[in-house]
């Protein structure tokens, strides 16, 4: 654990255009199997990516191993945050610096409030950018207005962390801790499923609010939807742990249309060039 | 970090109160027979029917067995070799705190409980046992002005005879068990209620016991008695040194609500555990009895067990009065080498009478944790209620956690509903609130408060955060 | 209350009489067990009394059976494509076709030399501390032919074994040692029923080698004064599966006793068990189950009803140690308690060393729901006629779990036919 050990400091000024999140030829393994295979993405400040694939491609794991999860070990490659090894932090060193990773599945976790999770949570990152801890008084207060981007309702303070949310009240959840922790790079690992129409956009709504110029989002999904609320800069995507293409907002378009096999070729049609 | 390597940074417990007071003691040699049980009566300078109460418990505790039957494995313990009685030297009669060995207020200064005048906690009166003598007992005034009673049992035994001699085992018969019994006999000290008719007692009543002895047995005796309407709520704490011996606590407490009464009795266990290979620590064999006698009482057991090397302990209701209500919420942490076998008893008499069990046992280290617990609804119980949730938390594959729900029905118009889960610190929820900047130990300790939160709640407010932050203490080395 | 001192002179008596007949040395076999009569300050006998059992006369005692009463009408059999055979337990002992004739062993079961099957050989390392229970003890302690099967091939085979007690003071111990091969499927039904003050006490020992699946049913009826002590020991390596649904309703007392344990983890246990106490009757199951590997799994459902002054006593221990992570084990206790004198007592018992498992235990002790009689009252069913529905509903939940075959049986009829509170 590194975290006791470091300074408290305040983050550097960030420029759009910096690059804050740097992977080169990642190889992922789990168990024995190798789910990424040398998957590479730099992003930038003021950038918004999606990531769209097939279950199964690696999307999800691409997520949690930058978010530091210890199912997973990288057997090669790296990924650079702000020119720092990532890899080489604790997951709560990631998360107090400034990745934020939105779960696919929020974990339930009875009886531990989720205001105190939250206040808990705040202020470890704010300690970490060298602000003062908020105290339950005004953390209440900051978290209440927090909670008007997503329109959440306050009971939900009161609750257990997401125990007997539903889906939709999980996801909204996930994107106010987002906006609690202010984060540099946030990965929404589809954020948007299981949402209904009113739900998706509260939740695009609420992340197209907190993408900044100092920030990059990168959007972790499956349809189309989410992408025509919230415009990318970037699409990627990825098949057998590999991104086989990059391109624009189009990209995802006619993803739509065409289906995944026309990217990987095995709908028979030849496989479109950059 | 894996949930495997967080607990394992957890098993370096500090224990905060080890220290010894060194303070003039009286006691007399070890070893247990008649003329002991005479002589400790008479030091005390009990009337008769006390003496002959305690002949009877000695006789009866001669014919018994210690009992085996609980999952716990400990060396038989030497009766012979262990002082009855044990009392710092201080004048018989104290009028007033300054009149208290000033080595005495600062042991409990030390451990966050300040006796006198000016320091003393704003809302709670306090007694406090060293060694199973009572040395002080604060707002004794403000309380005699509700007609509350609050002091030694000592005091009690002078002041209020006939109370004493009424009630003091009505609830736990001298033969009751074998540790009661034995408690019966050689009994030193304790707290003593009294809550007249009608009154709410004006503020929380608690009692402070400390060991300081290496070589004298614990014995003290509570006995509570709420009558028509009245309603208390009494906290014990409780601590001891590090030795690298043993030492044996066999309390017994009565409580007695009468109708409409209300008792609540919370305890907040910390005595020492023994280090982490299991050298030294409390032997605690406790007998807890409340009988909800009248209509419509009500008796509340929550406890918080963090410590002792061994702990017996059963807090039980006996729910005679027609819808009498039976509470027990319990939190048993154990960790290193401790053993714990704990539960409760609701024994429904009474029609319509209700209670409520809630367990969470957390084991970790090498620590055995057992719930065993009775729900009995008697041939006349109709319309009783039981529900009862008995929850396990495992940390680390060398903890063991045992549940023995005994469930027996003889009346059809009760209902008996039992749950029990076990689980674990899952790698997904430490992953969770880490990748929220929650340090790995901090994430434990948040899980384990949060699978204790029922019964932390039902804790008076001043002691919640105390018992919260007590389990944090004992599962972590760096945090706290 | 039976105890050592009462009922030491009852045993004694008794190994004497067993003792006599073929030279068997019945003291022996209690002796090398180092084994007592339990007393009832045991906490596995506290709440069971023996009484029943003891008073049987032990000079008294003999073997004789009668024919069962088999369906007449065989239902139609669950695996139509598998071999089926039916046999019943005679008065030596041996069991035979119902017309009296040695079994056609069909292909794929093979019977053991006798030399071969050494009484407790699978019991010993099923209970690998403590004495056997009692009904193995004196099922050990009888003289008599054991039966021994071996069971391979991957087509499913139905066994059905009746024993039929017509005669006051029998005293019957069969012995039945299974040995399933790796893949092999069976499925074994007992048709027990006494109608006599005597005793039946069953011995069942098998092995399920890697990925065999053997499927127990058994139906015990008994009459007030008869006695029932079964007990039985399984061994399940990994991949098997052993589904046992047992059914037992009338006996004075009937004691049950099974011992699982998954050598290896990696197994599925299913256990369903329905009680039925009426009149006097004392039904007792004590199950264990033990986990030596990992990712074993357990469900197990004991359904109890006690009605009139009938007792029913169950006690589930399932044991988890450090070597059984990812152990699934649910065990459930339901009880209906319908009368004033009737009991129930019941005690899920868990004890577990290990961190990642899922185990899970409820139990239940009530009268039927109220909300559910005025349901159907409201549909214009009678109090009484709606109460039969819900006990009769309560015990399908597990009798629809026997084969199909199982039904066919008169003997079931007793255990549905529901006296209505009205009459004595």
Known sequence: MTSTETTPFCEAPIQTGDVLLSIENLHVCVEENEILRGVSLEIRAGEIHALMGRNGSGKSTLSKVIAGHPAYTVTGGSIHYRGQDLLALSPEDRARSGVFLGFQYPVEIPG???????????????????????????????????MAIVQMDPVFLERSVNEGFSGGEKKRNEVLQMALLEPLVAILDETDSGLDIDALRIVAN????????????????????????????????????????????????????????????????????? | MSSAAAVEALNKTPYRYGFVTDIETEKISKGLDESVVRLISSKKQEPDFLLQFRLKAYARWQAMEEPNWAALKYPSIDYQNIVYYSAPRQKQQ???????????????????????????????AVDAVFDSVSIATTYKQKLAEHGVVFCSMGEAIKNYPELVERYLGSVVPIGDNFFAALNSAVFSDGSFVYIPKGVQCPMELSTYFRINSDDAGQFERTLIIAEEGASVSYLEGCTAPMFDTNQLHAAVVE??????????????????????????????????????????????????????????????????????????????????????????????????????????????????????????????????????????????????????????SRQPEATIEHEASTCNISEDQLFYLQSRGIEPEAAVSMLVSGFCRDVFNQLPMEFAAEADKLLALKLEGSVG | MSNATQS???????????????????????RARDWRWPTSRSEAWRLTDLRCLTQLDPTRLHTQTAPPPWPEAPAPSDQPSGQRLSLQLDSRGHWLSPQGEIPPWPPGLMPLPTGDITRGQVAQTVVSSGPLPLGAQLNGATPGPSLGLQVSGPDPIHLELAIQVEQPQAWLAPHLLLVLQPGAQFCLSWYVAATAQAAVLPMVEARLGHGAQLEEAAMAWGCPGATFLASSFLTQSPRTVYRRTNVTWGWGLSRDEPFIRQSQGRAETHLHGLAVARGQSLLDTHSTVYFDGPEGQLRQR????????????????????RVAQETDASQLSRNLLL???????????????????????????????????????????????????????FCEEILQRLPRAALAWPSLRSLLEIPTPDQP
């Open chain 2, 94 to 124: 104290k009028a007033s705190l300054e009149e208290v060995d000033p080595a005495l207020l600062e042991t409990f200064d030390k451990l966050g409980i300040p006796l006198s005048e000016q320091k003393r906690l704003s809302n709670v």
């Open chain 1, 206 to 274: 609420g992340v197209r609010q907190l993408a900044l110029p100092t920030t990059a989002t990168l959007l972790i999904t499956h349809y189309q939807r989410l992408l025509e609320a919230i415009t990318p800069d970037f699409v990627h995507v990825m098949a057998e742990g590999r991104i086989l293409r990059t391109g624009g907002k189009d990209l995802a378009m006619a993803l739509e249309q065409r289906g995944y096999d026309w990217i990987d070729g095995t709908d028979g049609s030849e496989a479109p060039q950059p």
């Open chain 3, 339 to 393: 009368s004033t004198r009737a009991r129930i007592d019941t005690k899920p018992q868990l004890e577990i060393v290990a961190d990642n498992v899922q185990c899970a235990h409820g139990a239940t002790v009530s009268c039927l729901q109220d909300d559910e009689l005025f349901y159907l009252q409201s549909r214009g069913i009678g109090r009484e006629q709606a109460s039969r529905l819900l006990q009769r509903g």
């Open chain 1, 112 to 146: 531990v409030s989720n205001l105190e999770f939250l206040r808990v949570s705040c202020n470890a990152r704010r300690q970490h950018r060298g602000q003062e801890e908020l105290d339950t008084f005004t953390f209440e207060d900051h978290v209440r207005e927090t």
């Open chain 3, 8 to 30: 030491q002179p009852w045993l004694e008596t008794l190994l004497q009489v067993l003792a006599q007949r073929d030279g068997h040395s019945a003291a022996q076999w209690i």
């Open chain 3, 302 to 321: 004991h359904q109890a009803l006690a009605d009139d002054r009938g007792h029913s006593v169950f006690n589930g221990r399932v044991v988890v140690p």
């Open chain 2, 255 to 408: 409580l007695v609500a009468l109708d409409d009464a209300s008792i609540k009795y919370s305890t907040v266990q910390n005595w020492y555990a023994g280090d982490e290979n299991g050298k030294g620590g409390i032997y605690n064999f406790v007998t807890k009895r409340g009988l909800c006698k009248g209509q419509r009482s009500r008796i509340s057991w929550t406890q918080v067990e963090t410590g002792s090397a061994i702990t017996w302990k059963y807090p039980s209701c006996v729910l005679r009065g027609q819808d009498s209500v039976g509470e027990f919420y319990s939190v048993a942490l154990t960790n290193h080498h401790q053993q714990a076998d704990t539960g409760t008893k609701m024994v429904h008499i009474g029609p319509g009478s209700r209670s409520t069990i809630i367990s969470k046992g957390i084991s970790s280290g090498n620590s055995v944790n057992t719930y065993r617990g009775l729900v009995n609804m008697g041939p006349e119980a109709r319309g009783a209620r039981n529900f009862s949730q008995c929850d396990s938390m495992l940390i680390g594959d060398q903890a063991a956690a045992n549940t023995h729900p005994y469930i027996q």
